[in-house]
């Protein structure tokens, strides 16, 4: 997949790699709850890997809007999306 900046076209690192699905072992990346989704945050430099982040119930719902506006792509536990509402 190409994308243009300017006059300059650029290859488009993949955006996905193989994620590993929630298990009941995991601990979220901002506190000591459980997760229950799994966010994506697409790349932000060439040839890097897209940061994922295990959030508990609480931290989504405070994070939602700055996911959104990150072009996060969220899947709950059993690896559907989660449409992010304001």
């Known amino acids: 997949m190409n994308g243009t900046y300017g006059a300059e076209t650029i290859e488009r690192a993949p955006a996905w790699r193989e ?7 995991d601990s979220a990346c901002c506190c000591c709850a459980a997760p229950v989704v799994m966010a994506i945050l697409p790349l932000t430099e060439p040839g890097g890997d897209p940061a994922d982040l295990l959030l508990c119930g609480h931290h989504l719902r405070a994070s ?3 996911l959104r506006a990150a072009g996060a ?3 709950d536990a059993s690896g559907d999306v989660v449409r992010l509402t304001s």
Do not use: N
């Not at 994620?19 to 072992?25: D, K, Q, R, S």
């Open 73 to 75: 792509v969220v899947f």
């Open 19 to 25: 994620f590993e699905p929630l298990t009941t072992t």
């Open 64 to 66: 939602r809007v700055a």
